[in-house]
């Protein structure tokens, strides 16, 4: 299923609150989102995931169901 991932910073001193970390399209399964680790690195610092949120879409006609995950995160 076309996955859509967007980390989102809610604290660091390198970033405003809110600013969009990056953002990755991928095709997994339903399953995808129990599966993000609960620290991600990006641009040599470490962020620890504070909470994440999931919507899927199933579009009609036997078209290819569609999710998107909003993880924010807090720099350690």
Known sequence: MKT???YV???S????LGTPLFQEELNADALYFDQIPNVISYQHLQFKVN???LSRKQ????????????VKVIAM
């Open 13 to 16: 001193s390198d970033y405003q």
């Open 51 to 53: 909470s994440k949120e």
């Open 4 to 6: 859509i991932v967007k």
């Open 9 to 11: 910073v809610l604290k």
């Open 59 to 70: 579009i009609a006609e036997g078209q290819e169901a569609e999710q998107h995950i909003l």
